[in-house]
């Protein structure tokens, strides 16, 4: 080719896109510093009205349930946390509904679970939360309580289905389970022993956990994660003490080496420098061991489709896959027994990862059943309302 017939050619083609930036093409460009995420954590009061301690009293003694509550009209939904969570796990979602909705939430950490006190927090049998629920309502409501619908996530799913299917609320409005069904949770108990074990045992800060929990996958929002992990997490008050076990850092145990040396007390004392200064970085740890919970396991999950199918009010199941449906679950929505909405790309708290969504999924839900009316211009995003 001819160098005419190249200068032809070259004329006929496209000019190139700008740059970015001003640069030529060809150019490196230097980016600048990116931005770092802030993994901070927030107030719960930035997403709730208000936070209550509500005393249980019964014939043994006392309990104390934390609650976190928002709105002041409308049916009340009553949020149950999976096993680990807290009440504030339902953060954003809160501001989510009462944007959408006109309701009443009330948020529970359930016994064992963020900052409620019991006299026997090792007791988590379906049966005794499922009795929490119902005395902590009583407390609230009297003998005269308003319409409500249980919202459960996980292990608070299971418990709402207890709770329901012993007909333990009077008012009890309908029920919606997020994430569990008994096929897929009784399949998975057998690895979560491992899954417990591959968890980090403490963290140097309160941030270090939510970087965590969003980094590994176990909350995908980092604004849900920032909110609701100080209720998974505690201080560690006794990282401090001669006989607590030394701390993981990055799930490996450092052990301890005995060392011989002529200046043995020099050894010794900067040995005991280390220590401080592993325990001063390690301040914060679970709230909850819940590989001790395994004993209860069985009992919250086994049966527990048919107890579901069986509670006589509209039911709703919010899932993370089509693949979690077992087979008495998947007979009763092809009956039309109730109504199920699966979730894309969200994890295992689906109510974290995609509050809106699932905000617009109940919204919906309260609406098609005419429990309550919406407010904000909100319509119905799904066929059939």
């Known amino acids: 080719m001819s160098s005419l017939e190249k200068q032809l050619q070259m004329s006929r083609l496209p000019s190139r896109p700008p740059v970015p930036g001003g640069g030529q093409p060809g150019t490196k460009m230097r980016m600048g510093p990116g931005r770092k995420r802030d993994f901070s954590p927030v107030p719960w009061s930035q997403y709730f009205e208000t936070m209550d301690d509500i005393v249980v009293e019964n014939e043994t003694g006392k309990d104390t349930f934390r609650i976190y509550r928002s709105g002041s009209e ?57 009795k929490d629920i119902q005395n902590v309502v009583e407390a609230l409501y009297g003998d005269i309580a308003p319409p409500i619908m249980l919202i459960g996530h996980s292990m608070g799913g299971a418990i709402a289905v207890h709770t329901a299917a012993a007909n333990l609320l009077s008012s009890l409005l309908g029920l919606c389970m997020i994430d569990v069904v008994e096929g897929t949770a009784m399949d998975a108990l057998n690895s979560m022993q491992n899954f417990l074990r591959s968890r980090p045992k403490t963290f140097k800060s309160l941030e270090n956990a939510i970087e965590w929990s969003v980094k590994s996958g176990q909350i995908r929002n980092l604004e849900s994660a920032r909110v609701s992990m100080a209720g998974q997490v505690k201080m560690c008050e006794e990282a401090c003490s001669p006989t607590a076990p030394k701390p993981i850092v990055e799930g490996i145990i450092e052990e301890e080496e005995e060392e011989e040396s002529e200046e043995g007390h020099t050894c010794n004392k900067k040995k005991k420098q280390d220590d401080t200064e592993i325990k001063k970085e390690h301040q914060y740890t679970w709230r909850i061991d819940l590989s001790h919970t395994e004993k209860y396991w069985d009992g919250w999950f086994r049966g527990l489709s048919n107890l579901f199918l069986s509670v006589p009010v509209p039911k709703q199941l919010l899932l993370a896959g089509v693949d979690r449906l077992d087979k008495d679950l998947t007979i009763g929505q092809m009956q039309g027994k109730f109504q199920m909405q699966v979730l894309p790309q969200v994890g295992h708290a689906v109510h974290e990862d995609a509050p809106d969504k699932v905000a617009e999924a109940v919204a919906t839900f309260l609406i098609r059943h005419r429990f309550t009316e919406p407010v904000g211009g909100f319509q119905c995003v799904f066929p059939g309302c």
Do not use: N, Y
């Open 74 to 130: 409308g049916p009340v939904l009553l949020l149950l946390h999976g096993g680990g969570h807290s009440a504030l796990s339902w953060a954003v979602f809160t501001t989510a509904i009462i944007s959408r909705v006109q309701c009443r939430i009330v948020a529970l950490d359930l016994r064992a679970h963020g900052e409620t006190k019991v006299r026997d927090p090792e007791d988590l049998s379906a049966e005794t939360m499922s």
